[in-house]
Structure formats: structure tokens, C-alpha cells
Nanobody
Framework: QVQLVESGGGLVQAGGSLRLSCATSGRTFVIYAMGWFRQAPGKEREFVASIRWSGGSTDHADSVNGRFIISKNNAKNTVYLQMNSLKPEDTAVYYC???????????WGQGTQVTVSS
């Protein structure tokens, strides 16, 4: 099993920044990629960004491209999401996820709330 624990959420004004962290533990050797997803009230969970565990290639959703940056520290088994120029529509619960060799997002954290006030 892989355990994921998010931190760093909170309340911020529009235009501000936050950095989310996702600490991994357990069988981390099975991880192929890490990702961030978010779910706003009344909406479906959506992809935000992902990063390959080996190599570090990244992908960002169009809605956050240029504002959010995903990164990782393999030595610390931690993935980050730097969120800049936050907008009220970024308000959501943000989830960290891990993808195994099956290419499925099999492991999920408990989520952390991000609220952006206008």
C-alpha cells in the first residue's frame, strides 16, 4: 500500500499563493506518477497536474497552466503544488494521488481544503 498525506491548504485572498505538499510512505517503489486533483462543491473531481516519479515530466490542466506548478523531492518522497495568482474558482478540496504501473490512480490522500476569497 501507499499512504498519501496532504498539507498546506487554507484560506487566501484572490491573487495570493499557497503551496500544497503531499508526503508519501509505504510501498513508494510502485509509484509511476503523482498527481493533484480537485473537487469543488457540486462538481466532479478534476485533474490539476501530474508528474512522473522518475524523470519528472509534468502535465498541467489548461485552467491552471502558468499559475500552478507541480514539483517533487524524491529524497523526501514528497510532491508539491505551488499555486500562484489564485482565483475564487480555484476553491476546492485538493487531493493528492499516486499512479502505479497499471496507469490507474490507485492511491488517494484525504484531501485538503483550499478557499480563495474575492
Amino acid at each position: 500500500q501507499v499512504q498519501l498525506v496532504e498539507s498546506g491548504g487554507g484560506l487566501v485572498q484572490a491573487g495570493g499563493s499557497l503551496r500544497l505538499s503531499c508526503a508519501t510512505s509505504g510501498r513508494t517503489f510502485v509509484i509511476y506518477a503523482m498527481g493533484w486533483f480537485r473537487q469543488a462543491p457540486g462538481k466532479e473531481r478534476e485533474f490539476v497536474a501530474s508528474i512522473r516519479w522518475s524523470g519528472g515530466s509534468t502535465d498541467h490542466a489548461d485552467s491552471v497552466n502558468g499559475r500552478f506548478i507541480i514539483s517533487k523531492n524524491n529524497a523526501k518522497n514528497t510532491v508539491y503544488l505551488q499555486m500562484n495568482s489564485l482565483k475564487p474558482e480555484d476553491t476546492a478540496v485538493y487531493y493528492c494521488a499516486a499512479q502505479g504501473a497499471s496507469a490507474r490512480w490507485n492511491y488517494w490522500g484525504q484531501g485538503t481544503q483550499v478557499t480563495v476569497s474575492s
